[in-house]
């Protein structure tokens, strides 16, 4: 009864009639998870958001920090991290936190960082430099550390942001997720313990800084290779985005500028996946 009554007041959003503001649906959050969950029942292993045997997703997990607190009023401490969303081998503990730890023989770990306007938060109280690119590649590095995996067991290792295309065409997260950029920020946050987190640096950090791969992808990308696959779930999914765009725009700015949705992709843009499913 409760979960009826929860879908007709989401599907009261779409109509127009909600309760509550639409942004409550209609955002990063979920365009993440449902692009997420249709690659996850799709299969294929050829594209950065498609899960790997025996890999699963999760959307808003705690990543562990190489810089808790060590005690109480640590002035160089900082909380978890929440991921939008992970890819891959991994468990998730107690719901009520949702802390990840990395599975003993993972061969995928993919974070993914989802954004309509916004840009890349930036840094921690105690670190205003460390912003949300260099914590998050941080995160990953530590999350390998307490699994002790190195990052050449593994076989896909990356950080994705998710943006509209126009986003990424006037170049707001280039600068962020710049590799050097990244590795700069973090050796900073290192510097401010004295040597004490040296060789988590050296041994953790720098192994998966250099196996890492860090990009951003397009929401009308992505959009385009389920349409490859399934012409009826990509124009469902590119009116969801549609949506998200009209209730996340600022007041001051006009309509985002977006290409024409394909009604024919071309194959050679667009990889192969296999589809197991309808939508």
């Known amino acids: 009864m409760i979960v009826e009554r929860i879908k007709a007041m989401l599907e009261a959003c779409e109509a127009g009639t909600a309760a509550f503001p639409p942004t409550e649906l209609f955002n990063e959050d979920w365009l993440l998870r449902i692009i997420l969950d249709w690659f996850a029942r799709h ?31 640590d002035r160089l401490a900082e909380a ?29 770990f993919v974070v993914l960082e989802a954004k309509l306007f916004a840009r890349l938060s930036a840094g ?9 690119a260099a914590r998050s590649v941080a995160c990953i590095a530590e999350t390998l550390h307490r699994a002790d995996r190195a990052p050449a067991e593994m076989d896909e290792l990356s ?16 600068w962020e997720i710049a590799p050097e950029a990244i590795r700069r920020k973090v050796r900073r946050r290192v510097e401010d313990y004295a040597g004490e987190r040296d ?43 549609g949506q998200c765009l009209r209730f996340n725009r600022p007041q001051s700015r006009g309509p985002l500028p977006r290409a024409p949705f394909p009604v024919r992709p071309r194959a050679e843009s667009c990889p192969i996946l296999p589809v197991s499913a309808p939508m």
């Open 80 to 108: 978890r991290t929440h991921a939008d969303g992970v890819l891959g081998h991994f468990l998730i503990g107690d719901p009520g936190t949702a802390a990840l730890s990395l599975m003993p023989e993972a061969r995928q």
């Open 199 to 241: 060789p988590w640096f050296r041994n953790w950090f720098e192994p998966t800084w250099r196996r890492l791969e860090v990009r951003s992808l397009s929401w009308e990308e992505i959009i385009e290779v389920i349409a490859f696959h399934s012409l009826e779930d990509g124009h469902i999914i590119d009116s969801f985005y």
């Open 159 to 174: 950080f994705l942001v998710l943006a509209p295309q126009a986003r990424l065409d006037d170049g707001i997260f280039e």
């Open 124 to 132: 921690v109280r105690n670190a205003p430099y460390y912003d949300q």
């Open 43 to 73: 299969g294929g292993d050829r594209y950065p958001l498609a899960p790997m045997p025996g890999a699963r997703w999760f959307s808003q997990a705690w990543l562990p920090s190489a810089f808790l607190s060590r005690y109480r009023g």
